[in-house]
């Protein structure tokens, strides 16, 4: 059974810096594509950034040039480096492949 286990949320000041790391288990997991999204309370669910098979990447207006996607297929994990936090930032993130998996989500919360 395919799973997605994020890890790496947490408490953080402004200006401050998160990885996040998504690990998968019981696939082939170079060949599928991934993304993060995440939730705000209130709010809809929201494309973070994905990246593709290949390595393409591409990212959300609200993020661009402050979070940064990558992946280890050795490892099979997907990361997210976000940068430069904002309080706005503040959410559930999830690790998403295709229409059906969805880890359970880690906290985010950027805070003073």
């Known amino acids: 059974q395919v799973q997605l286990v994020e890890s790496g949320g947490g408490l953080v000041e402004p200006g401050g810096s998160l990885r996040l790391s998504c690990a998968a288990s019981?696939?082939?997991?170079?060949?599928?594509?991934l993304r993060w999204y995440r939730q705000a309370p209130g709010k809809q669910r929201e494309l973070v950034a994905r990246?593709?098979?290949?390595?393409?990447?591409d990212y959300g207006d609200a993020v661009k040039g402050r979070f940064t996607i990558s992946r280890d297929n050795a490892k099979n994990t997907v990361y997210l480096q976000m940068n430069s936090l904002k309080p706005e930032d503040t959410a559930v993130y999830y690790c998403?492949?295709?229409?059906?998996?969805w880890g359970q989500g880690t906290q985010v919360t950027v805070s003073s």
């Open positions: 998403n492949r295709g229409p059906l998996l």
């Open positions: 019981g696939s082939i997991f170079s060949i599928y594509g």
């Open positions: 990246i593709t098979s290949s390595g393409y990447t």
